[in-house]
């Protein structure tokens, strides 16, 4: 099953909102909601951002968001801050019983 | 607090057999979702396997079907990990993910002649 499709970089200034998107197919976004969203600084694990489309994690600001619609899911992240700086990578679980990531996404905060 | 704890990383010639452990805190860890992802350096995440809280539903990524085997010791807190018939490219950062937590902070397998 070929990975979650996203875009390999987005850019936005401080302060500003951006949106990744995640796109899958019927057999994971589109069927199911257990879409997640992670980010990952340089050295660093993976963190969970959004599980389940739109839940976050306690701790996790509310500058962050999550929703779907058909087979892609999105994160958006609003009032851009330095440290926002990070990859981010989406997955999905799928009717095959697996789970799918997205290739990553590198943000940039100008 | 969530915790972690993966170990069981090494460095092993191809064809070599490892086992992985991630001790698990913070969460009621028999009913949760348990899943092992890896991270070859400087490349994305690849999911590898998972298995439901009472061990009765497993699977694995088609790459490592065959020769890697997950399993879990709720009594522990446990989550295994054992691979064998080991490829250079299964060289990566493995890291115990459990479902809606963050993960450990990974153990580093090494694959090489």
């Known amino acids: 099953q070929s990975a979650l499709t996203q875009p390999a970089s987005v850019s936005g200034s401080p302060g500003q909102s951006i949106t990744i998107s995640c796109t899958g197919t019927s057999s994971d976004i589109g069927t199911y909601i257990y879409v997640s969203w992670y980010q990952q600084h340089p050295g660093k694990a993976p963190k969970l951002m959004i599980y389940?489309?739109?839940n976050r994690p306690s701790g996790v600001s509310d500058r962050f968001s999550g929703s779907k619609s058909g087979n892609t899911a999105s994160l958006t992240i609003s009032g851009l801050q330095a440290d926002d700086e990070a990859d981010y990578y989406c997955?999905?679980?799928?009717?095959?019983?697996?789970?799918?990531f997205g290739g990553g996404t590198i943000l940039t905060v100008l | 607090e969530v915790q972690l704890v993966e170990s069981g990383g090494d460095l092993v010639q191809p064809g070599g057999s490892l086992r992985l452990s991630c001790v698990a805190s913070?969460?009621?860890?028999?009913?949760?979702?348990m899943h092992w992802v890896r991270q070859t350096p400087g490349k994305g995440l690849m999911w590898v396997s998972l298995i439901n809280g009472d061990g009765t539903n497993t699977n694995y990524a088609d790459s490592v079907k065959g020769r890697f085997t997950i399993s879990r010791d709720n009594a522990k807190n446990t989550l295994y990990l054992q691979m064998n018939s080991l490829r250079v490219e299964d060289t990566a950062v493995y890291y115990c993910?459990?479902?809606?937590?963050?993960w450990g902070q990974g153990t580093l397998v090494t694959v090489s002649s």
């Open positions: 993910a459990p479902a809606e937590e963050d």
């Open positions: 389940d489309v739109n």
């Open positions: 913070g969460f009621t860890f028999r009913t949760k979702w």
């Open positions: 997955s999905s679980y799928t009717t095959s019983n697996t789970v799918i």
